[in-house]
RNA sequence: GCCCGGGUGGCGGAAUUGGUAGACGCAGCGGACUUAAAAUCCGCUGUCCGCAAGGACGUGCCGGUUCGAGUCCGGCCCCGGGCACCA
């Protein structure tokens, strides 16, 4: 009798009973809760954690198993994993469904909490809930209210003002988010930029410690790393002034090719700018062109893609070299808050200022010629490589290079510029005019400025129970938040009623999962345990922005004695969007594909099993609904093979001296594919191609029709090793086929034979 | 606009270090089982020419390096992500 004609007298695989069985069994075994143990070599697994948003989407769903295969691998491997869960629980959507629907943010916030931890759970993530964190909470964000007094100690945060999207109708500060064609999305009014007093973190007194450290980062993507290299945009080169005529106060502008310095045939300042403020006073047309520029939107992406404009003030600079005068213009391409606010202009060497000069018939000159001789036509384009200085009066034949040192010796010996080290990168912004958020711990005095709150009166506590209009922060009009006294003189004083960014949560939580129950100390020795982050999953979406701010609080932790590390994240795996019709799945988009009912339906071994298997990790994974029965029809098919296998009794131990040539090529088989297996998860990533393995192993078991006694054997080894490969992608039906097979052992806590 | 990715059959993808392009799966077609359908199982399936044997073409486009290119180099096109207040 083959395998094959039993299958009649098999039961069927129902997911939804194999999967409650296996939860129910990791539940009561507590085996994913994990404490400190000095003896065991730890290992850290992390997922960015989500937002709170109501409902998972398939972006949840991939990231997590993707961490949770990486976790129950090394599990497996024999490390004492922590595998935490979390929220990320202050954020702008709360608001906004408050001002929907009327419910109060906190209350939606939990309530989501409550419905996505069910999700979860379904999922059967190897996750220790002991040590859930929840940002909204004030034992949570008290530590980074504490944390931000400490800075303030230290002088690594400081008040400014700043621009931020004003919505003149709606009387609100904007996100660029709700700024849509340069309208409010509530409004539809034209937003313009306003400047307002903002706090924030000196993310730039780190900028060459977070660009070195990148150095050391061997587990992160290469292409991560050179994002975060750009982004910070360290450049050398020479800050320089030039005297202003009928001025007192010079122009100081920086550039990284002082070598084209004589190229110079205009210069161009922020509409910001005192200078424009000042030719405004007395010129309608510029005064004009000045509040033109002021109606924008505050994002990057749109002041460069705009049309670039600009106004010639009537006021001459004086060429610090040949004493030229060099005309003086106002630019809505110059932004007042990047540098000094004023740019000096070579067209003909410089691409935007080639086409700027064009566009106004400003003059265009050579100081550069190619070091190879050739001829050029500086009025066909801008010509933009290092070479050989001419019309450069005494630096005429000097190369880029010599002309560079020789142009900073001269300025640094006259005392008119010096060498200077610039960075694109910004001080971090940390105020938002929002309710939502955790309250900056700041009181403002008449007498005494800015206050840190002592850390006695620490949290600054957020009320969740508030009426919630929409039109600005409710906690600007609650007299009982705002109304204090100094802590310094005990005078009346007012509460800051800005919040913070919330990536200022999501910049530490990370640590915090060491210790959430602390409740006197931010971080403790379990800090010191589990830290670094071993492998660290996350969308590549947050390649810059959050990965750095993580990266610079981990140092403002380190200096402040809390941590050891200094880098937080020693292995990253960014992981592509899911994406339907060729867009990032949204709500905004409306082009979800709700992972609930493919679970219902399915089970959540097979949508674990399609996300691995449809795409490599760190790759775009185009969403479609056909594939998922595929991996349904592997699971039966897994599934009724260990059932077949174990109906037709007892296997007899493994002769390897006896076995005949087609049941050689089966062992063969076995092996070569463990060995293509653990390459795939433990070193590559590269859960697709397992999954691939698993598949055509299975296959060749079920080709395999030999009901011989080492035939028998020869195929139980078979299958035991799918079973353990594919466990941590599909765990469930693992669990339970492991048990099918007579385990003496639980397969989820067992250790590599 | 700038920075970072990606583009391979009808579809998702494989090819790990420059060495047989298309593993595995989906869809499709043919067959078995069934009164029938579903499910399941077996077989075929890059395109074009051909009854076949076989041949030609083929990894977004153009060019290059190499005995040999999906892979390396140069130039372009298209798609996605980020651009500091979406998270």
């Not at 730039?204 to 980062?217: R, S």
């Not at 010639?312 to 040949?322: E, F």
């Not at 005392?415 to 955790?438: E, F, I, K, P």
């Not at 390459?679 to 859960?687: A, K, L, Q, T, V």
């Amino acid at each position: 009798m083959t395998a094959r004609k039993r299958s009649s007298m098999s039961t069927p695989y129902n997911p939804e009973s194999v999967e409650k069985a296996a939860q129910d069994y990791w539940q009561e075994s507590r085996c994913f809760e994990v404490l400190e143990d000095q003896d065991k070599e730890k290992f850290y697994c992390l997922t960015m954690f989500p937002y709170p948003s109501g409902k998972l989407h398939m972006g949840h769903v991939r990231v997590f198993t993707i961490s949770d295969v990486i976790a129950r691998y090394h599990r497996m491997q024999g490390r004492h994993v922590l595998q935490p869960m979390g929220w990320d629980a202050f954020g702008m959507p709360a608001e906004n469904a408050a001002i929907k629907r009327g419910v109060p943010p906190a209350e939606w916030t939990y309530n989501n909490i409550d419905d996505m931890r069910d999700q979860l759970r379904r999922l059967g993530y190897a996750y220790d809930w002991t040590r859930e964190v929840t940002t909204c909470r004030p034992e949570y964000y008290r530590w980074e209210q504490w944390l931000f007094t400490k800075m303030f100690e230290k002088g690594l945060v400081y008040r400014r003002n700043s621009v931020v999207n004003w919505d003149p109708v709606d009387q609100t500060v904007l996100a660029n988010e709700q700024v849509i064609d340069g309208r409010g999305w509530r409004s539809d009014a034209l937003v313009e930029r306003r400047e307002i007093p903002q706090w924030f973190m000196k993310i730039t007194a780190y900028a060459d410690e977070l660009l070195d450290g990148l150095d050391d980062l061997p587990g992160w993507p290469d292409s991560v790393k050179t994002m975060q290299r750009n982004w910070i945009g360290r450049s050398e080169g020479v800050e320089l002034s030039f005297a202003v005529e009928d001025e007192d106060e010079p122009l100081v502008v920086f550039t990284t090719r002082p070598d084209t310095l004589l190229g110079v045939t205009y210069m161009a300042v922020a509409a910001e700018h005192p200078l424009a403020a000042k030719a405004a006073a007395d010129n309608a047309a510029i005064a004009a062109f000045i509040d033109e520029c002021r109606q924008s939107h505050a994002a990057e992406a749109s002041l460069e893609t705009m049309e670039k404009k600009g106004m010639a003030l009537g006021i001459d600079a004086v060429h610090p070299i040949s004493g030229e005068k060099v005309p003086l213009w106002v630019a809505n391409f110059v932004l007042m808050s990047y540098g000094t606010g004023a740019v000096m202009a070579v067209p003909g060497h410089d691409e935007r200022d080639w086409e700027f000069a064009k566009k106004h018939g400003l003059e265009i000159r050579q100081v550069i010629a190619p070091a190879d001789g050739s001829e050029i036509d500086i009025d066909e384009g801008a010509f933009t490589d290092y070479g050989v200085l001419v019309n450069s009066g005494d630096y005429d034949g000097m190369d880029s290079q010599s002309a560079f040192n020789a142009i900073a010796d001269y300025f640094e010996e006259t005392g008119l510029g010096r060498r200077a080290v610039n960075y694109r990168l910004r001080d971090w912004g940390v105020s938002r005019q929002r309710y939502w958020g955790a309250p900056i711990p700041i009181i403002y005095c008449d007498d005494c400025d800015a206050v840190p709150v002592p850390e006695k009166d620490l949290p600054v506590v957020l009320p969740e129970d508030v009426e919630f209009t929409g039109h600005g922060s409710p906690l600007k009009d609650l007299t009982e938040f705002y109304e204090t006294t100094c802590p310094r003189c005990g005078n009346a004083a007012r509460r800051e009623t800005d919040t913070f960014d919330t990536f200022v949560e999501s910049s530490w939580y990370f640590a915090r999962y060491a210790c959430p129950d602390n409740d006197r100390k931010m971080l403790d020795d379990r800090e010191a345990y589990w830290m670094p982050v071993d492998q660290y999953t996350g969308g590549i979406e947050h390649a810059i922005l959050h990965l750095l701010y993580s990266r610079f609080f981990q140092r403002v932790m380190r200096d402040e004695g809390l941590s050891a590390a200094s880098e937080p994240f020693t292995n990253l795996l960014t992981q592509g969007m899911v994406l339907k019709d060729g867009a990032k799945m949204s709500k905004n988009k409306g082009n979800t594909v709700d992972p609930q009912e493919l679970i219902a339906r399915f089970g959540a071994d097979t949508v674990r099993l399609f996300m691995m298997f449809a795409a490599p990790p760190e790759q775009a994974l185009e969403w479609s609904d056909e594939g998922v029965q595929g991996g349904s029809r592997f699971l039966k098919r897994f599934w009724g093979a260990v059932q077949n296998h174990v109906a037709a009794g007892t296997a007899v131990d493994l002769d390897v001296a006896a076995l005949d040539t087609g049941q050689k090529d089966l062992r063969r088989k076995t092996h070569e594919t463990i060995s293509k297996i653990s390459d795939d998860i433990g070193r590559r990533n590269m859960f697709n191609t397992a999954v691939a393995a698993s598949m055509e192993l299975l296959n060749a078991v079920n080709r395999f029709e030999d009901g011989s006694d080492q035939g028998r054997a020869v195929e139980r080894e078979a299958l035991e090793a799918v079973v353990l490969m594919l466990s941590p992608i599909v765990p469930h039906i693992c669990h339970a086929l492991w048990q099918m097979l007579g385990a003496r052992q639980d397969l989820c806590c067992r250790r590599r034979r």
